[in-house]
Structures are given as C-alpha cells and as structure tokens.
C-alpha cells in the first residue's frame, strides 16, 4: 500500500486523539511520569481537535496507509504573538509501530507544503528538549532550534520544550 496524505476534518478528531494517544504513551516513555502516560486516553484531545477544525481555528492532515489513518499533523497561524506572521506545526505524530521507518516525513512535507500554501514560508514548532530523536528529524528535515525555551507542566513534572524554526 502507498502512503498518503489528507486534510482531516471534523470526523476525523476522534482517530487524531487516538493516534496522539498512542504515540505519546511510547515517544514520551521516560521524560513524562509513567502514571501520567499509563492513564492517558485516547479522547483526551478528542474535543479540541473537533472544536478547533469546526472553527477552521487550525489545520490537520491524516497520513493513511490504505484506508488505515496511522499518522496525523495539527498546524496553523502562529499562536504566538511575537511570531505571528509564522505557521505553527502544533503536533506531528505517527502510531508507534509506524515510527522510524521514513513515514514521518511524507506527513511533514505535505504539512509543509499546505502551511506554505497559506502564505506561512516562515513557520515553527515547539520539541521536548531531551527528546532527541525527534530533534534529529525535524533537523533532518531543514528546521533550526533557535534555543527558544518554553517550559510546561505535564502529569505534575515540568518539561523544557525548545522551539524548531524553518
């Protein structure tokens, strides 16, 4: 089967949540506490991905294998003021079975490809510091950290979180 990519609609935020689900539970092992990840479900993004698609507030793209979604991107307008003629890549993530294995970046090229479609050549997005995996392919695939720190508080740990430009 041949990977694609498509834009995802209000239908589509319940597998969303799930695939951030699931994925979060295997990529963030061992940086977020294990009894937060343990309990996590699969609909706790299940509500802001409907409304913010309804509200066409942000943007998604599904990446299926088949008829099978397996990966999913969450982007728009910057939320951030100081970069607010950015696009922002708020989430990229694939179901862990499909991690490492170059499907990743068919998703971003299309996210990327859309992002500057929409007049956003300039865009970012935000990566746990320690994770380096994650940080080696988004600089495989053209981004910079900038060493921009934003720090936030998941399951009761703080996390440092390092913003990626392209």
């Not at 609609?9 to 699931?22: C, S, T």
């Not at 982007?75 to 100081?82: A, Q």
């Not at 990327?112 to 929409?118: F, I, N, P």
Request: glycine share 8%; with cysteine; net charge negative.
């Amino acid at each position: 089967m041949e990977m694609q990519t498509r834009k995802a609609d209000v239908n589509d935020a319940k597998v969303m949540a799930q695939i951030h689900a699931e994925s979060w539970k295997v990529a963030y092992r061992g940086f977020v506490p294990d009894s937060y990840l343990d309990e996590l479900s699969a609909d706790r993004w299940n509500s802001i991905f409907a409304e913010s698609l309804r509200q066409q507030t942000m943007s998604a793209r599904l990446l299926v294998d088949g008829e099978k979604p397996i990966g999913c991107a969450f982007y728009g307008r910057s939320r951030d003021e100081l970069y607010s003629d950015y696009g922002e890549i708020v989430s990229l993530y694939l179901l862990p079975n499909y991690i490492g294995k170059g499907y990743g970046r068919i998703l971003i090229k299309a996210v990327q490809q859309e992002l500057q479609d929409e007049g956003f050549p300039k865009y970012f997005l935000w990566v746990l510091e320690e994770n380096k995996q994650a940080r080696k392919f988004y600089e495989k695939c053209g981004f910079s950290c900038n060493e921009e720190k934003h720090y936030i508080e998941v399951g009761g740990k703080t996390l440092c979180t390092v913003r990626y430009i392209y």
